[in-house]
């Protein structure tokens, strides 16, 4: 009898898109999806929109003053968005 390798269906689609270049594509769409989830309900209520551009999230928010509360916090925002994908996407965030 052989021994057969035994991987997990979850390793065997994420190395699938790895290889298809898709992998990227879909941990920065979970982290535009996850800004509400790290950011609180009081921060995302203000946000317009969030973007990724060149590792750099751009979020857009209403209110200047947040803006720039919220840029004294950026490394914080990087850390938790970067652990809650799993990967580091992105390494810096732009308010505006």
Do not use: C
Request: hydrophobic share 45%; glycine share 4%; proline share 3%.
């Amino acid at each position: 009898m052989f021994k057969r390798d035994v991987f997990q269906i979850k390793d065997l689609i994420m190395r699938n898109l790895r290889v298809q270049g898709l992998e990227t594509p879909l941990l920065q769409k979970r982290l535009v999806e996850a800004w509400p989830t790290v950011a609180g309900e009081a921060i995302s209520r203000y946000t317009t929109s969030v973007q990724i551009y060149n590792q750099t999230l751009f979020v857009r928010l209403s209110i200047p003053a947040l803006r720039a509360d919220l840029s004294m916090r950026r490394r914080e925002f990087v850390q938790k968005l970067n652990q809650h994908v799993g990967a580091q996407i992105i390494a810096d965030i732009r308010f505006m």
